[in-house]
């Protein structure tokens, strides 16, 4: 069983930027690919990027180029770095853990899940 908790959300301004985190405990962290998502109000869930177990990363085009994921194995976290943030960015942020080999976007693919940080992007 592994739980994850996400930090590090909050208000931003349009073109600011911000880091989230995502804490993973129980379980083998490494072998786990990492996936964040996010939820605006009113639209369903939608895949923002995922670092996989062997360190493979992909992104969904809205944030391609704008968004980085990182992990550390060691302290069993994974980040999402946002950058240029937009008002479209505000949604809640979820990380969820896989282990699938390199999943992409297809929230079956993830066991584990956060509950969540907001993250709003003033214009």
């Known amino acids: 069983q592994v739980q994850l908790v996400e930090s590090g959300g909050g208000l931003v301004q349009a073109g600011g930027s911000l880091r989230l985190s995502c804490a993973a405990s129980?379980?083998?962290?490494?072998?786990?690919?990492m996936g964040w998502f996010r939820q605006a109000p009113g639209n369903n869930r939608e895949f923002v990027g995922v670092?996989?177990?062997?360190?493979?990363?992909a992104y969904s085009d809205s944030v391609k180029g704008r968004f980085t994921i990182s992990r550390d194995n060691a302290k069993k976290s994974v980040y999402l770095q946002i950058s240029s943030a937009k008002p479209e960015d505000t949604a809640v942020y979820y990380c969820?853990?896989?282990?699938?080999?390199?999943?992409?976007?297809?929230?079956?693919?993830?066991?584990?899940w956060g509950q969540g940080t907001q993250v709003t992007v003033s214009s």
């Open positions: 969820a853990a896989s282990l699938h080999y390199r999943p992409t976007g297809y929230e079956a693919s993830y066991v584990y």
């Open positions: 129980g379980g083998t962290f490494s072998i786990y690919s």
């Open positions: 670092s996989a177990s062997d360190g493979y990363t």
